[in-house]
């Protein structure tokens, strides 16, 4: 009996294991991503990457908890202690990232877009990463009072936080053939143009770009070329 207790305990810290492997390379992905976006001067893809490197290191720190608190380590003080410090520091260093990240971002655009740019990071920055700071909250508390750490986000704001990889979903679909460039450098797919008046405009800076049916018919020729040389 005690060999099968064994073997079970054995399974689970490997499934422990994959599952904080598994986290903290989508952490690391995310970075990479924020890098790339940053890179091309793509400002709302990197904002959206670092909403999704927030939410894996939080995921990451919540997994470590449990696992803790499954094995009875947080019923000694100084990993307890250590795991308030880590959500607090985290909690402290969101926040200042809040102001920074929103004075950058406006910054990029200047004060002639300001208005609209301000309503964009506070919605798809300032509003995900303020879920986010809950629950660092909601897990530093738990941890203070010993119980078992039920930080599950709600559906809706899980949905809110989902929609930050709406583009990565279409990146995924597409193939990397198929990423564009407008006149400003900034990568973008297909799907992700926005129409005005009638012509594709560039989801980063709003500058027209050629129209898709030209663009797939050079994706065409890119392809068919090395067939007909």
Known sequence: MRGSDNSDSAIITSWEQFAEFLLLRGAKDSEKAYEIAAKSESWNKATKSQVLTLQAYYELALHKSRVAADRGLLSDHKPRNDLEDLCLQSMKNLREQQVNVQQEYLKKWGSLQASGRRDWIQENFIRPSNIILKYWETLRQSTGERVRLNSEMEGHELAI?????????R???ASVDHFCQCGNGHTYTFTECNLIDGRNTCPECGTWVEDTSRQQRVVMLAHVAPMLS
């Open 171 to 173: 990146a995924r679909a």
């Open 161 to 169: 936080l989902a929609s930050c990889l709406d583009e990565s979903r």
